[in-house]
């Protein structure tokens, strides 16, 4: 009799324990909204969109002015429909929506990219990039309520990137204050330094006019303040030609000391241009640094640089800007939302945030 009670109760409790796991809700799981048969496998198909978007990112083909080069709309379009596709076979990829709405950023479209930012959360609500890219660019829309919204809550959750990012606005906000000058009104010494941002070369390895601007501006310090250093930084290579190499060479044709110029010769960006030159700031202990490019890029030059040696020092540095003016010099004191656009996606850029970061697609 006490066996069969016994298995009484064991019954009746497996009956109830099954009973309750019947009734949770059950979980679904996201699944791939597009049909991939033709391929050999998901995966198969994903690693082909990514190598179609570094096609697309490889292409030679750019627009050019003196504030900006940069990859043709069309391309990042097209970057963002191929990593949109990627994701709806991946719905968990959220690199794939961050790449996407980063194409976006680029193109000026900011609402887009802002929805697509919060596609993203709505997968990972705590993800700290996301919420430093929402933060960021509702600022930038002048919209401080929701901007702040993300920014608390990335104090919960990272508060060292909430730092990161607060001194980001800082220096941003200091830097677009400041005017634009082509004039240098102190005296360098060997402890300062001047620093020349390069532009892209002519197909054929041959200097751009708007790079030689820049040469005749640091040739005019350089003259005035024998005793510094000089830093020319500039890589991205055309017929065998790097911009480094070719500024150190025009400023040693017109006079300059050979042993005063380090040329940076592996710069693809002006965030490569900052982050490369920085470290010859702080290997020769730079106390202040002259900054020269185009009136519509100095600003942008200066907000990096100042970002970029917060990472590596010398930590005490001071920063200025001389502009070779591309505009007239009245023209160049309001800063234009697309330069403003520029310096934002770039600040973030050094703050660690790429613009792609997708297994063969990245920066």
């Not at 292409?59 to 191929?82: C, D, H, Y």
């Not at 017109?254 to 920085?278: C, H, M, P, W």
Request: a neutral charge; proline letters at 4%.
């Amino acid at each position: 009799m006490k066996k069969v009670f016994k298995l009484t109760i064991t019954t009746l409790s497996l009956f109830m324990v099954c009973n309750v796991y019947s009734s949770a809700p059950i979980v679904e799981v996201l699944q791939p909204q597009i049909q991939y048969q033709d391929l050999i496998s998901q995966r198969q198909t994903v690693d082909n969109l990514l190598e179609q978007a570094l096609e697309i990112q490889k292409s030679p083909a750019r627009v050019s002015n003196s504030g900006f080069t940069a990859k043709l709309p069309s391309n990042m379009e097209q970057i963002s429909n191929i990593l949109l596709t990627a994701h709806k076979l991946e719905p968990y990829r959220i690199d794939f929506v961050l790449g996407a709405a980063n194409a976006n950023i680029y193109n000026g479209n900011v609402d887009k990219a802002i929805e697509l930012y919060k596609e993203a959360l709505n997968i990972a609500p705590d993800d700290v990039k996301t919420n430093m890219y929402l933060s960021s660019w509702y600022r930038y829309q002048n919209d401080p309520q929701n901007s702040e919204k993300y920014l608390k809550h990335l104090e919960q959750i990272a508060p060292e990137k909430a730092s990161l990012l607060k001194q980001m606005f800082a220096t941003i906000d200091k830097v677009t204050k400041l005017p634009i000058t082509d004039k240098l009104d102190r005296k360098l010494t060997q402890n300062d330094a001047i620093i020349t941002l390069g532009y892209a070369l002519n197909p054929d390895g041959s200097m751009n006019d708007i790079l030689i601007q820049r040469l005749q501006k640091t040739l005019e310090l350089a003259k005035q303040n024998p005793e510094s250093l000089i830093i020319v930084t500039g890589g991205v290579p055309k017929n065998n030609q790097t911009e480094g190499n070719l500024m150190k060479d025009w400023l040693i044709k017109q006079g300059i000391e050979g042993k005063r110029i380090f040329a940076e010769n592996y710069a693809r960006s002006t965030v490569e241009n900052t982050l490369f030159s920085r470290y010859a700031l702080a290997h020769h202990n730079i106390k202040h640094t002259v900054l020269i490019s185009s009136g519509s890029h100095v600003r942008r030059g200066q907000t990096l640089l100042e970002l970029a040696v917060k990472e590596s020092g010398p930590q005490d540095i001071t920063i200025e800007t001389v502009a070779a003016l591309d505009k007239p010099l009245a023209d160049l004191q309001k800063v234009s939302d697309k330069e403003l656009l520029g310096i934002y996606r770039d600040s973030l850029i050094v703050l660690g945030l790429p613009m792609f970061n997708s297994g063969v697609l990245h920066d």
